[in-house]
């Protein structure tokens, strides 16, 4: 069973997450104090095909800064958990998505080593109750704790919100793709026997 159950308290949040990564698209409660980022991770699921539970307590009265670092901070340790050793995966991922005038690209390798770069102007500087800054600190966290190589580029676009969404839904097609079965290589993806 590839998946792991993470919880985490600060002085500054609760969380408790669960990923399942062959539990496609499965139902689970998402409350992270911001409504947009739970849309934003809804989709994540729905599009990674992913069962995905997330349920974070924060200073949301302050701002999102720390909900969602720390959300992500979760979600990177539940994903390098739940792919273990990495026998038997594809290990890279790519994905190009559109949402409606936007298009964005997102390339990773889960190759045990945290690399993270970021080309995405996002038009405004706020959705919701999300400052947009957070987009790439949440994306650059998830990337820190799974050790992962991760790469999102946005192509262009002009709503915030269509920007954001194909970031999104290209990441999880993409971490789709690196987590499945491996179709050719047996064991370990890497000649050196480890990730």
């Known amino acids: 069973m590839r998946n792991a159950s993470i919880s985490r308290q600060t002085k500054e949040t609760r969380i408790e997450l669960v990923l399942d990564l062959d539990q496609p698209g499965s139902e689970g409660t998402i409350r992270t104090g911001s409504g947009f980022l739970d849309h934003m991770l ?78 995405a102007p996002i038009p405004s500087s706020r959705v919701g109750n999300l400052d947009i800054e957070l987009v790439s600190h949440f994306f650059s966290s998830v990337a820190e704790n799974a050790k992962m190589n991760l790469h999102l580029d946005l192509l262009r676009g002009t709503n915030s919100h269509h920007c954001v969404e194909a970031l999104f839904k290209a990441f999880a097609r993409a971490l789709s793709m690196a987590v499945s079965p491996s179709r050719r290589v047996m064991g370990v993806p890497s000649t050196k026997g480890s990730l």
Do not use: P
Not at 53 to 76: N, P, Q
Not at 87 to 96: D, L, M, S, T, V
Not at 105 to 110: F, G, K, N, T
């Open 42 to 119: 809804d989709l994540f699921r729905k599009h990674g095909g992913f069962g995905l539970s997330v349920i974070c307590e924060g200073d949301t009265h302050i701002d999102m800064h720390h909900s969602a670092e720390d959300i992500a901070i979760c979600l990177g340790e539940a994903l390098a958990q739940a792919v273990g050793d990495k026998k038997g995966i594809e290990r890279y991922g790519f994905y190009y998505v559109t949402m409606d005038e936007a298009l964005a690209r997102c390339a990773l390798d889960l190759s045990g080593r945290v690399s993270f770069v970021w080309n």
